[in-house]
């Protein structure tokens, strides 16, 4: 085999198994329950975007959850259709005791955790009071099923 045709060969190999690479282990990444966003207040609130893969033709369910210390983990609602959060971050307002929750650069979620008040963002959306709560031992990694 000529040279040139090795290197190409090569080539060729190389970037198949590095494309294999970079698929198995975004799989691998979205078949988990994941953290997106995650804070906790001073007084040990703890809260997380949370978002897991459906599988299926409603690519992910992401929903905002949040612990006072002693408690389960209540949740809200976010979007059972979404799609991938590449990035999140928080923002603690400890004055107001607000966390701002950000889908890229973007607002997305706000909570104040001393009177449990979430505001959904995108539909201009506030509930008081968490909607539901997980079961003794669910933590935002357990996958649902």
Known sequence: MPHRKKVVLGAVTLAFLLFSYVIISFLWHIDQARIVARGVSPEGVEMCIVQECNWNGEPF??????????????????????????TGHVIL????????????????????????????????????????????????????Q
Request: hydrophobic share 25%.
């Open 93 to 144: 307002d400890t004055n107001s005791k607000t966390a701002r929750f950000y889908r890229n650069a973007k607002p997305a979620v706000t909570f104040q955790w001393d009177n449990e008040t979430y505001t959904l963002h995108r539909w201009n959306r506030t509930l008081y009071g968490a909607q539901s709560y997980m079961p003794p031992g669910w933590t935002p990694t357990t996958k649902d």
């Open 61 to 86: 369910t992401t929903r905002f959850v949040f612990r006072k210390p002693g408690t389960n983990w209540g949740w809200f609602y976010y979007d059972h259709q979404d799609w991938y959060w590449r």
